[in-house]
T-cell receptor, first 114, second 109 residues
């Protein structure tokens, strides 16, 4: 079974631009979560989607948004990029929302904002 | 949101057991206890999870205190490949994951 895949793996953008990251979950998984990881803040939860609906959201500004498609694939978008958005963005998938399900993480997308 | 407390780092010798503690005194009845680890330059990897009873899998064992206010991840025989940051996380019914700083495990040959 293929794991979680994320594209692109690396990205360099300029301040003020916007970016879209993509995540393909493990086949059969209906929940997709997104995280931001930085050296200073560690791993922070962005949001979680299940059946095309956002079910949970972390404490990030509205510039961070996402969506999930009917095939469970998900995208996250960051508009008006700031230098502080430079981070590793991780996607994770699981069978369901509840605590009984473990998450499987992708390799991440390394975003650098200059 | 319930939070967890873990030591910043732990050191172990290769082939010896490692006991990683986690305190979660504000845990609620529906919170599952999850453990993940992250090797350098990789995404986090699922290790184990449980609700009330102790759990075992091929990677590790999870011992949960009777009052559920603490738990211990046990790596039975540490190898150099087990050197990683280990995260203890509570996942409630609504599924929100809150990662803490984790414990850096150092394995010495």
């Amino acid at each position: 079974k293929a794991g979680v895949t994320q594209t692109p793996r690396y990205l360099i953008k300029t301040r003020g631009q916007q970016v879209t990251l993509s995540c393909s979950p493990i086949s059969g998984h209906r929940s997709v979560s997104w995280y931001q990881q930085t050296p200073g803040q560690g791993l922070q939860f962005l949001f979680e989607y299940f059946s095309e609906t956002q079910r949970n959201k972390g404490n990030f500004p509205g510039r961070f948004s996402g969506r999930q498609f009917s095939n469970s694939r998900s995208e996250m978008n960051v508009s008006t990029l700031e230098l502080g958005d430079s981070a590793l963005y991780l996607c994770a998938s699981s069978l369901g929302l509840a605590g009984a399900y473990e998450q499987y993480f992708g390799p991440g997308t390394r975003l650098t904002v200059t | 949101d319930a939070k967890t407390t873990q030591p910043n780092s732990m050191e172990s010798n290769e082939e010896e057991p490692v006991h990683l503690p986690c305190n979660h005194s504000t845990i609620s009845g529906t919170d599952y206890i999850h453990w993940y680890r992250q090797l350098p330059s990789q995404g986090p990897e699922y290790v184990i999870h449980g609700l009330t009873s102790n759990v075992n899998n091929r990677m590790a064992s999870l011992a949960i205190a009777e009052d559920r206010k603490s738990s211990t991840l046990i790596l039975h025989r540490a190898t150099l490949r087990d050197a990683a940051v280990y995260y203890c996380i509570l996942r409630d019914s609504w599924g929100k994951f809150q990662f803490g700083a984790g414990t850096q495990v150092v394995v010495t040959p």
